[in-house]
């Protein structure tokens, strides 16, 4: 299997365990009143599978994304140019007033 496959794989599964401690979370701290709406319904597993999928979805995309970025190498040395920063002053511009003319 191609390196790059294996890393999607593996972040994928970490932004989806992510995503159940999350929902997890939000269970246990009663958010929104998320425990007592999923617990009394009776199609509440529904919910509660919709919750841990979509949230995988966007934790394993950021996870996947946070990885690939930090993979880069920065061309450039440490450090930058001290560039002379200009100064804006007002300048009077004289305008002609053609209401009174």
């Not at 929902?23 to 529904?46: K, Q, R, Y």
């Not at 450090?79 to 007033?97: K, S």
Request: glycine share 8%; net charge neutral.
């Amino acid at each position: 299997m191609p390196k790059l496959v294996r890393l999607y794989i593996r972040h994928v599964l970490i932004g989806f365990a992510i995503s159940a401690a999350f929902v997890a979370m939000l269970l246990w701290f009663n958010v929104a009143n998320l425990w007592h709406l999923i617990s009394t319904s009776d199609i509440g597993f529904i919910a509660l599978i919709m919750l841990v999928v979509f949230n995988g979805i966007v934790f394993s995309g950021v996870q996947f994304g946070i990885s690939i970025m930090r993979m880069g190498e920065d061309d450039d040395p440490p450090g930058g140019r001290r560039d002379v920063v200009a100064v804006l002053e007002p300048v009077l511009v004289p305008v002609r007033d053609e209401r009174h003319l």
